[in-house]
């Protein structure tokens, strides 16, 4: 298109410089990294903070552990990472900031953000195999509290950036429905794990429309609710928990496993503390020859230092090595964790009597020819009791078109949403499988 004559061709004339500074501004404002999930298709993460940190050796740590931990023992496909889980959570949050305030909920730029970057976060301070560590080797300290350390250690490193992000993470900022989407009965936690690992498991029941959730999410007075017409998926999203929480979480063969390594963990720290020379990676070695009480980890940086070095290859690399070992228990049970041989399991609903668990004890002794005291690491009787819904924690409420609202547990017209919130309490009797 010729230049008017009024100016000269040469006005419209752009210079090679301004050319690259014009797409140098454009590249900026567009900047983005671009993750591909499996679970939810393309996942967006703005450069700044956000990416800073994604890709921040803290949260790339979670590349190394499983979200399931031993459950692979049964669903081999549960081969997913914290970090993977973590993502998915994030972009749950990205939706759900959308839909609410394109239905007139304020939220400063500021503040999503801020919460955004506490999803990503929310799961930074889980070690390997879930809460194995938490009953052995790292006694008193949950991983909510490690990843509270963690958190504001990052947030020192970026120089405030994230102080914001812990008042939400803490329930500290006045907006609650906030701390609400991180952690409450529906948080985006619970709609990425239920959703991604049904996807791996392959169990089916899990399959949750964390979609329509979203699209029916809304605030009143500063407590996040459920737009009526989303009650029927709020009570397939507790249903599907339910389902999930005994098929795959609390399998009855995941216990076992799990009850096998912390016997296993147990009886190595017992020989570290006898003196007996153990391989293990150092991060590993610091825990099993030092006891680590929460207020030495509070106190003492190595503890977290040795923490945050951990994974799920340091425990398999020692078991490998820990399956020739001259201690026959150590080697019993490290053999069992690498071939899976894995404890018998018995359910009831009623506790197993003392003389069923001492007679068991008798014929481990007996077969594997070692003391009783020793055999009572081959037996474990934990007792795990559930509810998928607890009204008085914080109540899921349905939101009507009078602006009235009800608690679900009264509001769904299934039986079976009144009888979540009941504690279901089973009894497991794991031990070393008998040869007649």
Known sequence: MPAPASLPASHFVISQK?????????AMSYERKIINDPVFGFINIPKGLLYDIVRHPLLQRLTRIKQLGLSSVVYPGAQHTRFQHSLGAFYLMSEAIQQLTAKGNFIFDSEAEAVQAAILMHDIGHGPFSHVLENTI???????????????????????QLTLAIQIFKDEYPKRFLHQLVSGQLDMDRLDYLRRDSFYTGVTEGNIGSARII????????HLV??????????????????????????????????????TLLRAKELAGKGVDLFAPPALKF???????????????????????????????????????SDK??????????????????????????????EITRQISKQLDIPLSEAGYFISTPGIEKNMYDPADDSIDILYNDGSTKNIAEASDMLNISLLSKKVKKYYLCYQRLHR
């Open 226 to 263: 459920v737009e009526s017409k989303g009650i029927y998926s709020i009570e397939n999203f507790l249903t599907a928990r339910r389902l999930m929480y005994w098929q795959v979480y609390l399998h009855k063969t995941s216990v076992a496993y799990e009850k096998m390594l912390i016997s």
């Open 287 to 325: 825990f099993l020859y030092n006891d680590i009480s929460r207020e030495t980890f509070y106190n003492n940086p190595d503890c977290l230092e040795n923490y945050i070095q951990l994974d799920d290859n340091d425990l398999w690399t020692a078991l490998k090595v820990w399956s020739a070992h």
């Open 138 to 160: 790292v006694q008193g300290v949950s991983h909510e509290d490690i990843s509270l350390m963690l958190m504001e250690r990052i947030n020192k490193e970026m120089n405030g």
């Open 215 to 222: 699209k029916m999410l809304d605030v009143k007075d500063d």
């Open 18 to 26: 301004q050319t690259t500074f014009v797409a140098k501004y454009l």
């Open 329 to 358: 228990v150590l080697s019993t049970l490290s053999l069992g964790m690498i071939n899976r041989n894995i404890f018998k399991v018995e359910i009831s609903t009623e506790p197993f009597s003392e003389e069923r668990k001492k």
